[in-house]
């Protein structure tokens, strides 16, 4: 059963930046949602990989971060307001709900030749983003079960660079969440908010 944005908080979908990258593997590079308010600001947020969200349906993640950022502008103690525009990117831009599967289907990526051009384009997506973006949020969670720390990375570093070359250092927040006292992960990574409850957001 397909999930649908929340037309409370969504006005529209203003690009959903889809391509096959193998075969049956679908991606998705770039996601960005206007909210149903007047605001002029855009938050870009990197999260692991796609899980169903598009053009025409969302997923629960996706909708769990539009609600709570929405409800953010109108936080006194916010660090982040006036926000207009959501960019949603990601780590690996391999459509996938599980990601226990993203290995899976990285390896078929990987062994047909297809990596290079893929991190190319997720490069150019994040950097789209970011350039128009006054706020950054990282939220892509720990390296998905048996991928490779090394193709994690290589995306990390990308978009930290990236963060750099346009200033945003000091405009880049992590996630908050009722469940934990620490903002990373055991492993250093900024938390993933799919089965967590937001909180708010610090640098």
């Not at 598009?54 to 709570?68: A, E, G, H, Q």
Request: with cysteine; glycine share 4%; hydrophobic share 35%.
């Amino acid at each position: 059963m397909s999930i649908r944005y929340n037309s409370n908080h969504v006005d529209k979908i203003l690009i959903c930046e889809r391509e096959c990258l193998f075969k049956d593997i679908e991606g998705r590079y770039l996601l960005k949602v206007k909210l149903k308010n007047n605001f002029a600001d855009t938050l870009t947020i990197a999260m692991m990989n796609p899980s169903k969200a598009d053009k025409k349906c969302s997923d629960d993640t996706v909708n769990k971060v539009i609600s709570f950022v929405y409800e953010m502008n109108s936080c006194e103690d916010s660090l982040v307001k006036n926000i207009g525009f959501i960019n949603f990117v990601n780590v690996f831009p391999v459509y996938e709900p599980n990601s226990g599967n993203v290995r899976d289907k990285l390896e078929q990526i990987i062994a047909n030749g297809k990596l290079n051009s893929m991190q190319n384009k997720n490069k150019i997506a994040f950097e789209t983003a970011i350039s128009g973006s006054q706020n950054v949020v990282l939220a892509w969670g720990d390296v998905p079960s048996k991928v490779k720390a090394k193709y994690h990375n290589h995306e990390a570093i990308m978009m930290y660079e990236l963060l750099k070359s346009y200033g945003l250092e000091n405009n880049t927040y992590l996630f908050k969440y009722e469940e934990f006292e620490q903002i990373l992960t055991n492993k250093k990574r900024p938390r993933h908010p799919a089965r967590n409850n937001l909180r708010l957001m610090l640098r």
